[in-house]
């Protein structure tokens, strides 16, 4: 698979019904020929993209956090201001999730699961992300403000989870999902929305929907 340049579009639908079988079964119960009866692609049509289920699942990860990560540092180059690169952030992160919900059981569930070279080119992806995350949240802190590590893992936790109970038909919209996670992780539960104290909701100035995201 390596000396493939790009994931063409058959591959791109096996690694989405794939994680569907995964996300269903769990990786370890799972067979390639129940990939393949989900794919409805041959056993030898499936080894052409992949070698093992091991690499199936490193390249259903490697394209969500490639993914990821390239819309999110579209968006962040074209701002400087910390909230704003903050908002960025977790409304990219929800909308993927949320769009991508099987692929994001899997990741969350099959974290440990991927060894030797898969398992540190996933490791550095998620570094890159974490980094990225923490350095936004270091200019945006005060001086006095939380430990940057756990800010950043906590910021994670709020978000990473909201696949397990997100409901779209009875819970809030992904906008205003997007709004009261950054209020509480801001601000916090008893702070009131309309609160004009520094750092809160006020101080992050809203942004045109064309401007932080795209699609397409």
């Known amino acids: ?19 569907g079988v995964f996300a269903e079964k769990g990786y370890h119960r799972a067979s390639i020929r129940d990939i393949s009866a989900a794919t409805d ?3 030898s049509g499936l080894y052409y993209y992949f070698s093992s289920k091991e690499e199936l699942l490193f390249l259903i990860q490697d394209h969500c956090f490639g993914t990821l990560l390239a819309c999110l540092e579209e968006e962040l180059n074209r701002e400087s201001d910390p909230a704003v690169r903050l908002r960025i952030v977790v409304r ?9 919900m099987k692929e994001m059981k899997v990741l969350s569930h099959e974290a440990d699961v991927l060894t030797g070279k898969y398992q540190n080119t996933i490791q550095d992806r998620k570094r890159a992300y974490a980094d990225t995350v923490h350095e936004i949240l270091g200019d945006l ?3 006095d403000g939380a430990d940057l590590r756990t800010a950043t893992f906590v910021l994670f936790g709020m978000m990473n989870w909201v696949y397990t109970w ?13 709004e009261e996670i ?30 932080i995201w795209r699609s397409g």
């Open 1 to 19: 698979m390596e000396d493939r340049p790009s994931y063409d579009r058959k591959l791109l639908q096996i690694l989405r019904d794939a994680a």
């Open 41 to 43: 692609v041959s056993l």
């Open 92 to 100: 990219n992160h929800l909308r993927f999730f949320l769009d991508n």
């Open 141 to 143: 802190r005060p001086a």
């Open 166 to 178: 997100y409901r779209p038909e009875r819970d809030l919209p992904v906008e205003r999902m997007e």
């Open 182 to 211: 950054l209020h509480l992780f801001l601000n916090g539960f008893l702070t009131s929305k309309t609160s004009s104290d520094p750092g809160g909701e006020d101080d992050i100035r809203p942004l045109e929907p064309s401007s």
